[in-house]
Structure formats: structure tokens, C-alpha cells
């Protein structure tokens, strides 16, 4: 997954308990994002990264928050984990200026989270 | 509400034939689209985009085509083989280096 770890990669916990999941990356990418994927919904952004404590909200920010604190790992939390959250989180990275000028995105393998 | 909108949750093909699968966008500030694949258990992978200067762009058998006028796109496989069976997502950017997904496509390919 081109230098992109997460972790954990399956994790079931209790309504009320906070959750934190990691993304590791080894590419030295400046960008780095996190989404969660539904059926019927897609991919939907909730925070993302332009450097070491620059972050910013995405559209289902709400629950959620992160933080960067060096170029390779970007974390998400959940405070206080409730069922809507059940879903598989995506990380991914991007580097800026690609040769063809779009913004891609390279994708970690997911984590699934189920709350009870 | 969803920018980027993919209104066929499904596809079926018979191997050998075309695939096409269409996208819908409403921000006129997107200048890049682009097509992601993925399989189950996998994170997503980058298939092929486009810029909003062109109206087509190939990389061997996909064909991705952009009408901007129409606010549509489409990504067209041929010819269509069993691996090609999996997720297609549509997304789009503008300049703030963020992507906005579709909901995402399933494509079957009968052999």
C-alpha cells in the first residue's frame, strides 16, 4: 500500500468508549486525509492534513477529531465512540505538484470499526 | 449534499464487452476528475483522471471521458475481464487538494 499503514485493522467496541485509530506513512507526503466509507454514501471526508498541526475539517467532521504531530503519523479520534460511527475508515496521502496536476490520492488498506 | 454522483449502484457485463460507467458533478470549480477501483477488503486504487482542459484521456483499455458542458463523465473498459469485477468510484477536486467521492459503482463481469 505504497508506504501506508493503519492500525488498527479491525476493531469492535462499546457505545460511550473514545477510540483513536493511526496512519503511518513512510513517503514524507505533506497531505494526509481521512475518510470513511458507507454503502450508498461512498467515500465521505472527515479531516485531513497539509503538514505537522495543520488540519483541517472535511464534511462528517462531527464526533471526530485529529491531529499531526509529525509528517508520518496522522491520527483520528473518536471521544465517544456511538453506533453511527460503525463503518470502515480509509487513510490517505498525496504529494503536491504530480505530474499531471491531479491531486491522487494513495489509499491505506481501511480500518473497520464496529461499535456496540 | 453529494457534489459527485454515481445514479447506477450496479453493472453486469459479459467478458469481452464494453463497460461504462457514468458520473455526475454540480461544483463547476472541480478542474480534475478522476476514477478509483476497489476490491473488497482493500483500500481503493487510482485508475485513471482526466484534467477539465481535455474531453478524453486513455490509458490502455480505459477511456475516460469529460463533458463539461453536461457536468458528465464517464469511464469506458474495453474489453471488459473477470479482474475488472469490483468497485469503481468517481471523484473530483478543485484546488484545495481535497477529493469528493461518488457512491460508488459495482461492476460484474460474467464470464
Known amino acids: 500500500d505504497a508506504g501506508i499503514t493503519q492500525s488498527p485493522r479491525h476493531k469492535v467496541t462499546e457505545t460511550g468508549t473514545p477510540v483513536t485509530l493511526r496512519c503511518h506513512q513512510t513517503?514524507?507526503?505533506?497531505?494526509m486525509y481521512w475518510y470513511r466509507q458507507d454503502p450508498g454514501h461512498g467515500l465521505r471526508l472527515i479531516h485531513y492534513s497539509y503538514g505537522v498541526k495543520d488540519t483541517d475539517k472535511g464534511e462528517v467532521s462531527d464526533g471526530y477529531s485529529v491531529s499531526r504531530s509529525k509528517t508520518e503519523d496522522f491520527l483520528l479520534t473518536l471521544e465517544s465512540a456511538t453506533s453511527s460511527q460503525t463503518s470502515v475508515y480509509f487513510c490517505?496521502?498525496?504529494?503536491?505538484?504530480?505530474?499531471?496536476?491531479?491531486?491522487?490520492?494513495?489509499f491505506g488498506a481501511g480500518s473497520r470499526l464496529t461499535v456496540l | 449534499d453529494q457534489q459527485v454522483k454515481q445514479n447506477s449502484p450496479s453493472l453486469s457485463v459479459q467478458e469481452g464487452r464494453i463497460s461504462i460507467l457514468n458520473c455526475d458533478y454540480t461544483n463547476s470549480m472541480f478542474d480534475y476528475f478522476l476514477w478509483y477501483k476497489k476490491y473488497p477488503a482493500e483500500g481503493p486504487t487510482f485508475l485513471i483522471s482526466?484534467?477539465?482542459?481535455?474531453d478524453k484521456n486513455e490509458d490502455g483499455r480505459f477511456t475516460v471521458f469529460l463533458n463539461k458542458s453536461a457536468k458528465h463523465l464517464s469511464l469506458h473498459i474495453v474489453p471488459s475481464q473477470p479482474g475488472d469485477s469490483a468497485v469503481y468510484f468517481c471523484?473530483?477536486?478543485?484546488?484545495?487538494?481535497?477529493?469528493?467521492f461518488g457512491a460508488g459503482t459495482t461492476v460484474t463481469v460474467r464470464a
Open positions: 513517503e514524507n507526503h505533506r497531505y
Open positions: 471523484a473530483a477536486s478543485g484546488n484545495d487538494y481535497k477529493l469528493s
Open positions: 490517505a496521502i498525496s504529494e503536491e505538484g504530480t505530474s499531471s496536476g491531479a491531486n491522487v490520492l494513495t
Open positions: 482526466i484534467s477539465s482542459i481535455k
